[in-house]
């Protein structure tokens, strides 16, 4: 296991493209762009800067870490291919990590993440001491487990009364990659908790004949 290791990590499952660059301990560089849409396009010349920035090249990279979702279903294809084809190109692991476990990381005690997955709906799971301890769910805000005092939120915006939301989710697939990418060989893979949006055609399929 590498002692310092250096670990890029990125998150394009929402309405932004985030990186941050994990040295040991220390970040060296880290960015948010909001945009509804061009990730594809942003994303690599977002992270040749951070790397600039932080003086360090691709070759000098561990472990790629990634957030797999649950999210746009694009955003998260975008993130999840481009980190196996750095990984694959880098000779190095790449990491997933669900962005319901980065806002549970570093939390004491029971807890459960919560994102907004819009139609009125939350994506949730449970974790304790910052480990899961459920499967990932879609519900109802009315089926939200929080009637338990004992349980603690743990939520994205606009959440904004949460006791625990981390600065930057980023960070902490960063920091869940670096204890992870020497043991794990699981390739990432997105994390989809609702259907596809798109409409099955109505018109009756042309015939085939023989």
Same mark, same amino acid.
């Given at each position: ?6 670990? +890029? ?17 220390? &970040? ?25 920035? %932080? ?12 957030? $797999? ?6 955003? &998260?294809?975008?993130?999840? @291919? ?12 790449? &990491?997933? &990590? ?5 806002? @549970? ?26 480990? %899961? ?12 487990? +929080? ?7 743990? %939520?994205?915006?606009?959440? %904004? ?45 042309? $015939?085939?004949?023989?």
């Amino acid at each position: 296991m590498v002692s310092d290791p250096l670990i +890029l990590a990125f998150d394009t499952s929402a309405a932004h493209c985030a990186a941050l660059l994990l040295g040991g301990d220390t &970040v060296l560089a880290a960015r948010h762009e909001n945009m509804a849409k061009g990730q594809v396009e942003r994303l690599f010349p977002l992270l040749e800067e951070l790397l600039a920035e %932080a003086g360090k090249d691709w070759p000098d990279l561990n472990a790629i870490g990634v957030c $797999t979702g649950p999210g746009n279903f694009t955003g &998260v294809r975008i993130g999840v @291919a481009s980190a196996r084809g750095l990984a694959l190109s880098l000779n190095i692991p790449a &990491v997933g &990590v669900s962005m319901l476990e980065a806002l @549970a990381f570093g939390t004491r005690g029971p807890s459960l993440s919560i994102l907004d997955a819009r139609r009125e709906r939350f994506f949730v799971q449970g974790f304790v001491d910052g480990t %899961a301890s459920g499967a990932p769910d879609i519900c109802a805000p009315d089926a939200l487990p +929080l009637r338990d005092r004992q349980i603690n939120a743990v %939520a994205a915006l606009p959440f %904004a009364d949460s006791p625990h939301i981390p600065p930057r989710p980023v960070e902490s697939i960063a920091r869940i990659a670096a204890t992870r990418f020497g043991t794990t060989t699981d390739r990432p893979a997105p994390l989809y908790l609702r259907a596809p949006n798109a409409a099955l055609p109505t018109e009756q399929p042309p $015939t085939i004949l023989p």
